[in-house]
């Protein structure tokens, strides 16, 4: 975006801050495709956010220079591309815990 790099990483503490932000503190790393589904256009920024967050994270770059809700909702309504990158790796990350869990599904009903 912009010509400037943000990293973004769906994982575990991303899905625990969207819960927190969507008020949905029962969401469950399963449950991620219907979550994914179910975002209304407004969400998608708050989604968005929550992946550079949990990326900054990851990467240690510092979380306050993160984009806000309202930064990322700009940036989508000027480059829709962007969302199609968003949701490319959030779904790629999605398969993989799909296909980790799916050998164990004891894990997957608990695993929040």
């Known amino acids: 975006m912009d010509g400037r790099e943000y990293p973004f ?31 209304k256009l407004s ?3 708050i989604f968005a956010r929550c992946g550079f967050l949990s990326g900054a994270s990851k990467t240690g770059r510092d979380i306050e220079k993160v984009l806000t809700v309202d930064e990322i909702a700009d940036k989508l ?8 990158q968003i949701w490319t ?14 050998g164990n599904p004891q894990e997957a009903k608990g695993k929040k």
């Open 77 to 84: 309504k000027k480059d829709p591309y962007v969302l199609d």
């Open 43 to 45: 969400q998608i920024p």
């Open 89 to 102: 790796i959030a779904n790629e990350i999605k398969e993989q815990y799909a296909e980790d869990l799916e």
């Open 9 to 39: 990483h769906f994982g575990v503490g991303a899905i625990y801050l969207l819960g927190l932000e969507l008020e949905m503190d029962d969401i469950k790393v399963v449950d991620l495709d219907s979550v994914m589904t179910e975002l």
